[in-house]
């Protein structure tokens, strides 16, 4: 589904994935004050704004688009295992295209793949259209949602990786909690919107994400970049890849955050099921379902305002540890709950605790890798992302086929907290991880390493 990630993805991710870094280790002259803290530091950039701009429309029209998807498969097949099939067919593209599309980020034009796959993504959106309008067979939604998917893989890495050039490093952090920001609204915005659209004609949905795509290309031509792309290595392609491997294996820290997320999300994830919730058990119809899928990004996105907002963190591996195992505890909540009111504030809850895992991940994806390999290191974060989204999706439709909706929900977020059990106990250098602004503070460790995270 167009530029659905989160992303944070973004995608996602177009992507919630915006670089997040510290400010140049120049000394100024000695002062007394404090430098003060702009939460608007990113909007300050001309070239930020036309993006910021471009991504909001896109995403709110990406998530209509999601929202109305999901609803229709299962309307029409009235199983499970169809919302399998959908997290199947996206997950796919996105694990075997992820390092390659990487690789072509670092060593071709950007902007030009960028804008190939809004393209791509906006006639995937006018044939689910077409495809949803003359009630052709599942199949064909499935094919296209799988075309989408591939379209939107091999240009997710060089946007992810563009945002070093649209934003001075020093407002890096800034830019990441915006970006997110930016997710989330459109997150809550466009499935509250979608409910409403899909109750009157499910092709309006698609039709309106086209329209989203279209106008990102349009702000986007108009983005003005501060530094040119530096280019990759001179490897070959193969060799290149594995550099990017390579390089997220070595920072062993890095590498931590990253599975955390992903196996989290993947064994957490309700949101594929919530046309099951919505239809079977609360019975809210298509309105109540907007809003149950308005629920998560609506706490994602006061998160991220406050995330924004606040200086940066001081205790970040606790906060993140603390994050994800509440993030499982409300989906067992949710996952037991036959009240409506009671399942949106579980769901609001998920997305809020999701949204630190969120900013911490690519905040350090982005600080700890060069601008000639973040290509790379983003393809590989986004097989991450896409595991944990569109196979987790995968899963849990399994096991709702097999052994109903709410045992695989409470299931899953039982695992989710076992898994933040198992990191803490794994990653001492985790736990004590403090600043995020310093990237001397992450340095690269070997799989056995005692040196730990320095506190600053």
Known sequence: MAGVECEVAVAVEVSCTAPRSHRIAIIPPVSDTPAK????????????RMYAMGVLATLIGTRIQATALVWEVYLRTDEAMSLAIVGLVQAVPVITLSLPSGYLADVFNRRVLIVLGLIGATLTSLGLAAASYHEVDVYWLYVLVGLDATALTLARPARMA??????????????????????QISSVVGPAIGGFVIAWSVPAAYLISASGTVI?????????????????????????????????????????????????????GAVYLLPIFAKDILEVGET??????????????????????????????RNLLLAVAGFGVATVIFGYSTNFWLSMVMLFATGALDN???????????TLT???????????????????NEIGGFESGVVAQWFGPVFSVVSGGVGCIAVVLAS?????????????????????????????????
Request: positive net charge; hydrophobic residues 45%.
């Open 370 to 388: 060069p601008d000639s390999m973040r290509g790379r290191v983003s393809a590989v974060n986004g097989v991450f992302i896409g595991a944990s």
């Open 288 to 317: 109540g379902y907007g809003w149950l899928n308005a629920a998560p990004a609506a706490g994602a996105f006061l998160m991220a305002l406050l995330v924004a907002h606040a200086p940066p963190m001081k205790r970040a591996g």
């Open 37 to 48: 803290h702009d939460p608007y530091a990113a909007f300050r950039h001309s070239g930020y």
């Open 356 to 366: 630190i895992s969120v900013v911490i991940r690519h905040t350090l994806v982005q």
């Open 424 to 456: 803490a106990v794994a990653s001492p250098k985790l736990r004590r991880l403090r600043s995020l602004t310093d990237t001397e503070d992450h340095d690269t460790e070997a799989p056995n390493s005692d040196v730990e995270v320095s506190v600053k």
């Open 216 to 268: 990102f290309l349009l702000a986007f031509s108009r983005v003005r970049l501060l530094r040119p792309q530096e280019k990759g290595s001179n490897l070959r392609p193969l060799q290149s890849l594995v550099e990017g491997i390579q390089f997220v294996w070595r920072k062993r820290l890095l590498m931590t955050v990253i599975s955390l997320d992903m196996f989290a999300v993947m064994l957490g």
């Open 162 to 183: 563009l945002m070093p050039q649209i934003v001075p490093k020093a407002d890096f952090p800034n830019a990441v909690a915006w970006n997110s920001s930016l997710f």
